[in-house]
């Protein structure tokens, strides 16, 4: 990672953290890394888009590129018309899962892929000048806002089946899924109960969506669902809630597909890919299944380097970044729900059923910090770390890792102990909030 992004693109607070000067040097940058570059541009609902949406294309064409802004889209369209349309580089504006203060900006390369962390380096290194070109010789800026319509074909396509007969919760978080995702599983068929799909910016993650499943959960009872989908800001994931109101997440719907995929010849290699923070159940099931899983770091862009290194066809994270390789080339929400939608009807079956796994008990919890990198290099914190493993041994294990978007350390233990769990996750923190405040 760079100075300026993160493990998912560049984030922060707007005009905090990230300004509209920023998103002007990261548009110019494109221009300088390609001579006279074509840049797809999308964002979700968020107050600050257009802020920085003309920001990042300003810097662009004050190089000579060619921007054309389609408007209100999930991360992964633009991933798919940045490719489809040959373009040079596609731009998203979103901060994803986070609240509304908070924006975003990830680049998509031509193929339609997350930029690696030695590009955004490259991007970052042209910060220190600009690229001015001489009038007339100044770029251009288009809408077309009927760009999407590809995408949502390409997602109606994807289905195998007509999803007649099942009642399906769709939770758009008031994000970028809020129009599309509704629309798509209408048209194949389903009925479709519309939560929090409305374009309404301010209140995008609030209380709803893939953060706040329980929300649907109440929702998928009241109108007796078959499933519910519940997606973030930027709909690149999904968490499920199944007819009997369990909530799904990404470990158990990578369980499920891999072992679907398996079943219809679909899953290269008998492998995928999770995390390191992947649920220790499901690895140790997955290889009674003869399914081998591999862990990355945290980072559904990680996931997918994985994916393209081994020639692999599934991966993902358990906050539901789902990425299915020979479909597409990021994590895309709304792709994976169809998915799972066909699963249940090929296999004649309730979601219920098709991902019926019990999880090792995990205590997550986030502490707000100052300088998370000095406190994760803080040695009495990494003896204490080292302590609890040694404690846990085999059966288990505690993890503590930076956020890659936020001023957050991040605390994992798992093991079929709950209440341990909990014990030593309230430890971590009160060290960290100790380390914290000694400054």
């Known amino acids: 990672m760079g100075l300026f992004f993160g493990t998912d ?9 990230l300004t509209q000067n920023i998103a002007y040097k990261i548009g110019n940058a494109l221009s300088i890394l390609k001579e006279n570059p074509t840049i797809i541009i999308g964002s979700d609902t968020r107050v600050s888009n257009t802020y920085l949406t003309l920001g990042v294309a300003s ?32 731009i998203v504006i979103s901060a994803s899962h986070n609240s509304g203060e908070y924006n975003g900006i990830k680049v998509f390369n031509s193929d339609g892929y997350k930029l690696s962390d030695k590009e955004e380096e490259r991007i970052e290194r042209c910060f220190i000048r600009e690229k001015i070109n001489d009038f007339p010789n100044i770029g251009v800026y288009e809408q077309d806002f009927n760009l999407v319509k590809p995408y949502k074909k390409f997602l109606i396509d994807a289905s195998e089946h007509r999803l007649d007969g099942l009642t399906i919760v769709v939770d758009g978080a008031y994000g970028a899924a809020h129009r599309i995702a509704p629309d798509v599983f209408r048209k194949l068929g389903a ?21 706040y499943p329980e929300n649907l959960v109440k929702r998928v009872f009241r109108y007796k669902a078959d499933m519910g989908f519940a997606f973030d800001g930027d709909s690149d994931r999904l968490i499920a809630v199944d007819e009997n109101g369990k909530i799904i ?45 591999i862990r990355t770091d945290i980072g559904d862009k990680y996931v997918l380097a994985k994916l393209i290194e081994k020639n692999l066809t599934l991966g993902g994270e358990q906050s539901g970044h789902i990425i299915i ?115």
């Open 9 to 17: 693109g560049l984030r922060g607070r707007v005009n905090e953290d």
């Open 59 to 90: 810097g662009a064409m004050s190089g000579g590129a060619r921007v054309i802004d389609v408007g209100v889209v999930p991360t992964a369209g633009i991933a798919y018309l940045t490719k489809k349309c040959g373009a040079d580089y596609g």
């Open 191 to 211: 009925n479709v109960i519309a939560a929090n799909c409305v374009n309404d910016g301010l209140k995008i993650n609030e209380n709803c969506g893939a953060l």
């Open 249 to 293: 997440d990404g470990d158990m719907i990578i369980w499920g597909l891999a072992k679907y995929f398996k079943k219809i010849g679909r899953l290269n290699s008998n492998t995928v890919v999770g995390t390191s923070h992947t649920n220790m159940a499901i690895e140790e099931d997955l290889k009674r299944e003869g399914i081998n899983l």
């Open 325 to 439: 390789k020979d479909l597409a080339t990021t994590g895309d929400g709304i792709l994976a729900a169809i998915i799972l939608a066909n699963m249940v009807i090929n296999e004649k079956t309730t979601l219920s059923q098709a991902l019926k796994i019990d999880l090792y008990p995990q205590v997550n919890k986030n502490v707000v910090v100052e300088d998370k990198f000095r406190i994760m290099n803080n040695e009495e914190l990494g003896k204490a770390v080292a302590k609890f493993n040694a404690e846990l041994g085999g059966g288990g294990r505690l993890m503590i890792r930076a956020s890659g978007t936020e001023p957050k350390i991040r605390v994992m233990v798992e093991s079929k102990n709950k209440a341990e769990n909990e014990d030593i996750a309230n430890s971590i923190v009160s060290l960290i909030k100790r380390i914290n405040a000694e400054v």
